[in-house]
């Protein structure tokens, strides 16, 4: 069994900064892409950013130049660094990673969600 866990959300006045974490546990063999992902009241879950094995990064064109993604493979954890936080940014944030369990199968995994709100 292989698992998401995350932490870090909460509540942010406009302009301030929050960091998320999110590490993976459980009969990994290896990580493959990692990301995070968030999803507003009434709206679809979107992308906002990734970060391949090899480091690799892309990003929402919303959270470019703001948001910094980064991971350690060494903890099989991924990190979101988010700054100039916006009250459009306010949403539950969800990390994603494509695991490989020791059976060598892989298993497109989620966390259970942060929330994430940016208000005065």
């Known amino acids: 069994q292989v698992q998401l866990a995350e932490s870090g959300g909460g509540l942010v006045q406009p302009g301030g900064s929050l960091r998320l974490s999110c590490a993976a546990s459980g009969s990994i063999f290896s990580v493959d892409t990692m990301g995070w992902y968030r999803q507003a009241p009434g709206k679809e879950r979107e992308l906002v950013a990734r970060?391949?094995?090899?480091?690799?990064?892309n990003y929402a064109d919303s959270v470019k130049g703001r948001f910094t993604i980064s991971r350690d493979n060494a903890k099989n954890s991924v990190y979101l660094q988010m700054n100039s936080l916006k009250p459009e940014d306010t949403a539950i944030y969800y990390c994603?990673?494509?695991?490989?369990?020791?059976?060598?199968?892989?298993?497109?995994?989620w966390g259970q969600g942060t929330q994430v709100t940016v208000s005065s």
């Open positions: 994603n990673a494509d695991l490989w369990d020791r059976s060598y199968i892989l298993r497109p995994t």
């Open positions: 970060v391949t094995s090899n480091g690799n990064t």
